[in-house]
């Protein structure tokens, strides 16, 4: 019994430093790391779609072409490099809110979901 709880105690401090260093606590949440982290990585549109239906469509549009937020499939946001779209994701901007409690893939995967199957809509 003591030594399943020393394992799991073993395994959610393992589980905590993983955490720690894959955000690059030194700097107390350097989102510019963050973003270029996540710019990084092969988002999967197919998955980004529902994210992107529940958090950024309100504003954005279902089709991506805007609301209160500008259009993310036609000039200039269209333009924007992925790591400046993640960029606004994490930081915000203007009134658009951050979303920085979304997760590395779901953010990657939504960006996808925007320059893929959004844009070919
Ligand atoms: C509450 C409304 C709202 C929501 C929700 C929202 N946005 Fe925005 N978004 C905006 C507004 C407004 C702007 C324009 C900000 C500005 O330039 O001042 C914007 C700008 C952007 C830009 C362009 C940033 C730039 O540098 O010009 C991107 C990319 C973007 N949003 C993506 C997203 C994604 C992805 C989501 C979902 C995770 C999302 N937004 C959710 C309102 C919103």
Do not use: W
């Amino acid at each position: 019994m003591r030594t399943l709880a020393t394992l799991a105690l073993t395994v959610l401090l393992a589980l905590s430093a993983a955490a720690c260093s894959s955000d690059d606590g030194s700097t107390g949440g350097n989102s510019a790391t963050r973003a270029g982290h996540v710019a990084s990585l092969t988002g999967d549109g197919a998955k980004g779609a529902t994210t992107y239906d529940a958090k950024c469509a309100g504003c954005h549009g279902a089709d991506g072409k805007g609301v209160s937020g500008p259009s993310l499939v036609a000039s200039p946001k269209a333009d924007l490099t992925t790591q400046a779209m993640v960029t606004a994701v994490l930081d915000g901007k203007g009134t658009m809110p951050s979303f920085s409690t979304l997760t590395d893939e779901e953010i990657a995967n939504t960006i996808a979901y925007v320059k893929g199957e959004l844009r070919n809509k």
